[in-house]
Structure formats: structure tokens, C-alpha cells
């Protein structure tokens, strides 16, 4: 079967022959996959960056893809055979089981995970198998490419949760990009009273926002647009998203917060950032880091999927197959509009 690999330390990935994956062992299952999307992750792998370089060197090669839907197709001792023609998505945090934390029953908090496509091998080929507990059915409803979304969504809800998310809030969410789609429409879902994003030089990104009726985004690149989102915060948002990585903006999120107001930073900026600590302390904002989802976070993803399937549709904006997959990768680089798929 072809497979995307990181194969060896350096820039670069590989479409690779490979065997297909042995019979699922106990607490397996055996997954056709049906589609993967390309995330910043597989991005920074692909370009080596140190984050990734330094955990990932001693498991080489690996397979990548971690936002992964697909049919299970057989399981292993202890899973119920019953699972077998399920279409699930895949929690790609596995925890090791044996460590401190796992050991005391927070796997969330496991001190030496195992996630799929970065560790184990991941869903960029046309089969997988993964731990049956980290797979979580698809409801029947929702189109199957749509499930390829459940882990970048999961992401944003659970930024939303950091964050002290309730319905009536107002938020703004600082980066356009894949994730920050997801938070945006969460957050609308969820019943947010209004939902603000703002982009650097995004306009193909806030195109997207604005097909599905997100009226107030906000390019920084254009003019007007510090009057235009002065004009916004008003009394200031409730909470702020960094969804970008982008260290700047998360001294432009707290100055768009109301007192007390909450920023929850999302992105992996590579780069440390500068912060109006002053603004801070006057205000009395908070900010706090999101990472490490929960798998309650999933729980509210497949029921926003479930809920309003068309909705969240438009997050998908390009599909290849994974023979192409070079070609895809070339387009994410360049910043693309949303979510590419790889399709096996
Ligand atoms: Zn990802
Ligand atoms: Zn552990």
C-alpha cells in the first residue's frame, strides 16, 4: 500500500510502498481509511522544524496523518466484533498506559503518549489500525469526509472550554486558518452572541468565513481595519482565541477584551512573544494555554457534526488523492483557503 512517510530526519516526506498493516492485535481494530487532512503539524514535520525534530528522530521512519475517518474492518481480542463495518473518527492521543499519570487514571495527562502519525503510524494510507478505545463512531448522519474534521475541531472546543466558554458570550477569534474556522463555527453553534475573526493578510481564508455567514472578519492587511475592529470590540469580547501561532497576536487579543476578559492561547507560536503585561494586570485579564483535548472535547464536536452537518461542510475546501499527495502539500504550504484532505 503507498503511504506518506517521514523516513528520515530533515526536510521532506515520502510516498512509500509498504506492506499493509499486520491483523489488529487485543484492544485493536483494523481501519480503511477514507480520509485524512493535512494539518500544520505534517506541515512543520515535513520542513523538520526542532519542536518535532527532537521528539520524533529515534521513531523514524513513521507513517504521518492524524486527522483521520474511516470503516473498521476487522478488531482484535476484546474489541466487540459488532464494531466491524463502523465508520469511526480517531482520537490520535494515545496515552502509554504505564506512566505516572496514566497509572493514576489521566491519560490526558500521560507523560509519554504515543500519538498516531507522529509516533505510531499514522492515517496517510489506506489502512491503520489504532486502540479500539480511541475510536468513536461516526454519527449516521454526518457525511463521512466531514469526520476528517472531528480532530481539528476538537481543538477548538476545546479552547472554547479553556476558555470558559457559555452561550451569550461574545468572542473573537485571532487567525483564520483551519483551526481557527473550527473555533468560529463552534463557537456560533454553541450560541455565542458574536463571533468576531481577524486575519493578517487572510483574505482567501475570511472568504471562507464569510460563505458561511460570518459577517464580522477583520484583515489587518487592509486598511480601516484597526477603526473596524475598535468599532467591534465596542466594550471589548469576553474571549479571545489565538488560533494563529502567531505570537503578535496575542497582544492584539488582549487589547481587544473587555476587563477581566479571557485569552486562551491555541497556536504553537515558534517564537517566544511580547505581552502588555501592564494591560494585563490593569484590566485583570487572564491569559491561558490550551492543549492536551480531553476526549469530552470529541463529545462536543461529533454533537455540533451531528447537529448541523451542512454547517461545518464548507471547512473542506480541497481533496487529493494520496498518490498527489506532493502536490497537496505544495498548496498547504502556501497557506490554503481550509482544510485539504488526502484521500487513500
Ligand atoms: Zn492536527
Ligand atoms: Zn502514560
Given at each position: ?34 480520509a485524512t487532512g493535512i494539518c500544520?503539524?505534517d506541515l ?23 486527522e ?80 476528517a ?29 483551519p ?137 473542506i475546501t480541497h481533496r487529493f488523492?494520496?498518490?498527489?499527495a506532493?502536490a497537496a502539500l505544495r498548496l498547504c504550504h502556501g497557506?490554503t483557503p481550509s482544510k485539504v484532505l488526502l484521500l487513500?
Amino acid at each position: 500500500m503507498l503511504a506518506l512517510r517521514k523516513t528520515e530526519a530533515g526536510q521532506g516526506l515520502a510516498l512509500v510502498d509498504l506492506p499493509p498493516p499486520p491483523e489488529p492485535g487485543p484492544g485493536q481494530v483494523r481501519i480503511r481509511v477514507a480520509a485524512t487532512g493535512i494539518c500544520g503539524t505534517d506541515l512543520a514535520i515535513d520542513r523538520w522544524t526542532p519542536s518535532y525534530a527532537g521528539f520524533m528522530a529515534s521513531v523514524l521512519p513513521v507513517t504521518l496523518g492524524h486527522e483521520t475517518v474511516g470503516h473498521i474492518v476487522s478488531v482484535g481480542d476484546g474489541v466487540d466484533a459488532g464494531r466491524v463495518g463502523r465508520t469511526v473518527v480517531v482520537n490520535p492521543a494515545v496515552a502509554c498506559g504505564a506512566c505516572g499519570p496514566c497509572r493514576a487514571g489521566d491519560p490526558v495527562g500521560c507523560a509519554a503518549r504515543q500519538p498516531v502519525g507522529l509516533v505510531r503510524d499514522g492515517a496517510f494510507a489506506p489502512f491503520l489500525l489504532a486502540p479500539a478505545d480511541y475510536c468513536y463512531d461516526l454519527p449516521d448522519n454526518v457525511p463521512v469526509e466531514l469526520g476528517a474534521l472531528a480532530e481539528p475541531l476538537s481543538v477548538g472546543a476545546h479552547a472554547l472550554s479553556v476558555g470558559g466558554f457559555r452561550p451569550g458570550m461574545r468572542v473573537v477569534v485571532l487567525g483564520p486558518g483551519p483551526i481557527g474556522q473550527g473555533v468560529a463555527a463552534l463557537a456560533r453553534h454553541l450560541g455565542a452572541a458574536q463571533v468576531a475573526i481577524v486575519g493578517q493578510d487572510d483574505g482567501p481564508r475570511l472568504e471562507v468565513l464569510r460563505g458561511m455567514g460570518f459577517q464580522h472578519c477583520v484583515d489587518r492587511a487592509c486598511d480601516g481595519a484597526d477603526a473596524e475592529l475598535a468599532r467591534l470590540a465596542g466594550d471589548g469580547f469576553d474571549l479571545a482565541v489565538e488560533a494563529a501561532g502567531v505570537g503578535a497576536a496575542i497582544d492584539q487579543g488582549l487589547a481587544l477584551l473587555r476587563s477581566r476578559g479571557v485569552l486562551v492561547a491555541a497556536g504553537m507560536p515558534e517564537r517566544p512573544a511580547t505581552v502588555d503585561i501592564m494591560r494585563l494586570v490593569k484590566y485583570r485579564l487572564e491569559i491561558r494555554g490550551a492543549s492536551r483535548i480531553p476526549p469530552s472535547a470529541w463529545g462536543v464536536v461529533l454533537s455540533a457534526l451531528a447537529a448541523a452537518p451542512s454547517a461545518l461542510a464548507p471547512l473542506i475546501t480541497h481533496r487529493f488523492p494520496l498518490a498527489q499527495a506532493d502536490a497537496a502539500l505544495r498548496l498547504c504550504h502556501g497557506r490554503t483557503p481550509s482544510k485539504v484532505l488526502l484521500l487513500p
